[in-house]
């Protein structure tokens, strides 16, 4: 039985799905891959589809045979231990909030900084004023979240469409997979690409709050992944068209500037809106979910206890609270360290893929039949990614490893003075 509201239709699933993993990637993402790959990124896309399709169907079976409100954490302990529930859950925390949700903050307020050239900390404050909407949209039901985010799905599928319609793409001297390119730059530029994917382990969070979760989830993420899937490579095709690449500083303009070709400077605003819109439904869905990871580690005892408090509308209120405060710590520092979004980016990255291999590997042991050997042909191609990230992995391994250390120092910490708490009651007696 579901702890949490069971809200969410079908649409709404796929609406928090796509705009999750289209969300802060779709206006800058294209661009940076077009930088590091040029016209192989279109066959870099085609080829991370087809290695996330595998993933995305084993998150599917996981959420639809074990809806839960931990995700991939919960997954993960349910394979491996409650040592590497908590170990995955602080990964996700060290992946998320010091490193992506700043980066993510930063292209949303990117976008104003194009309308009204702010200053640093002005900056700063868009970041922040962001976090307090999320924190207000937050307080309502999570069906709420699915209606504003379907509909910023449909306005970025618009968008993209009009580029397409108002420039007549595909051109005939813009092939949609070139045959002369030079496929040795893939790899690289698919360590940038794979952000765009992230969000799905984030979505195994609001499985408990689907009507039908053995129904709909799976249906929900499947399309959600084609579809933002389709929008990416759209994208890039007209990212490709109209040469908005080639300076890894100026490729977060890339949207407005083909507005501007085909729009004029009127678009300007159009596209600061959508940009913004977007951005802030994929945080929002990870903050969301976050806070519910948080609450139902407290809710089975693992947190303190006050952390499981829900307000009226049954909503993880105390645990959105922690998360959006911590969320502000983390941006303010990344802020202060002048820290850029690419670095950012592929620092987490490697955490997430990394979190990927920890749940398909759960998959392998907690499924059966078919979707078994889909879970482990899932943990190979998850560990080609993490290789192809090379040195970037690094602080994802690092990071494991340390957490992993120091789980085990708590454990014999709390053991020992268990023992001798029993020393001193038998002493007693």
């Not at 993209?160 to 001297?173: C, F, M, Q, S, V």
């Not at 600061?272 to 945080?283: E, K, V």
């Not at 190979?380 to 192809?388: A, G, N, P």
Request: aromatic residues 10%; hydrophobic residues 55%; positive net charge.
């Amino acid at each position: 039985m579901s702890r949490l509201n069971q809200e969410l239709s079908l649409l709404q699933g796929i609406g928090l799905l796509s705009t999750s993993l289209l969300g802060t990637g779709i206006f800058i993402i294209p661009a940076l891959a077009a930088t590091s790959a040029g016209q192989a990124s279109l066959w870099g896309w085609l080829i991370l589809i087809v290695l996330v399709l595998p993933i995305a169907f084993t998150f599917a079976q996981l959420g639809r045979h074990f809806p839960h409100a931990g995700g991939a954490p919960h997954l993960i302990g349910r394979a491996f231990g409650v040592r590497m529930e908590r170990v995955s859950a602080l990964l996700f925390f060290v992946a998320v909030l010091p490193v992506g949700l700043p980066a993510a903050l930063n292209i949303a307020s990117g976008f104003w900084q194009a309308l009204f050239d702010l200053n640093s900390s002005q900056l700063l404050m868009v970041q922040l004023g962001t976090l307090g909407l999320i924190l207000l949209l937050g307080q309502r039901p999570a069906k709420a979240s699915g209606l504003i985010q379907s509909l910023i799905a449909l306005a970025i599928i618009a968008t993209i469409g009009y580029i397409w319609w108002a420039g007549d793409l595909p051109l005939n001297n813009q092939p949609l997979l070139p045959l002369n390119s030079d496929l040795s730059l893939i790899p690289a530029a698919i360590g940038v690409m794979f952000w765009c994917f992230v969000g799905i382990e984030a979505f195994t969070h609001m499985g408990e709050e689907f009507k039908n979760p053995q129904r709909d989830f799976p249906i929900a993420m499947l399309l959600g992944v084609l579809l933002a899937g389709l929008v990416y490579w759209a994208c890039s095709v007209a990212v490709l068209s109209f040469n908005t690449y080639g300076d890894v500083n100026s490729d977060a303009t890339s949207l407005p500037r083909m507005l501007d070709l085909l729009a004029g400077d009127k678009a300007r605003w159009l596209s600061a809106i959508i940009g913004y819109l977007a951005c802030f439904a994929s945080m929002n869905v990870y903050i969301q979910g976050f806070s519910r990871l948080i609450w139902s580690l407290a809710d089975e005892q693992k947190l303190p206890a006050s952390l499981a408090q829900r307000n009226g509308h049954g909503v993880p209120s105390r645990a959105l609270f922690l998360v959006i405060l911590i969320c502000a710590v983390c941006a303010t520092l990344a802020w202060s360290l002048s820290v850029s979004i690419d670095q950012l980016i592929r620092y987490a990255n490697g955490n997430f893929i990394l979190i990927y291999l920890l749940s398909m590997a759960a998959g392998w042991l907690l499924l059966k039949g078919i979707w078994r050997w889909v879970a482990g042909f899932s943990t190979v191609l998850c560990t080609v990614l993490l290789v192809c990230l090379g040195i970037d992995a690094s602080y994802a391994l690092g990071m494991f490893g340390a957490l992993i250390i120091i789980d085990k120092l708590n454990s014999r910490r709390r053991a020992a003075m268990q023992n001798s708490k029993a020393v001193l009651c038998h002493k007693a007696l």
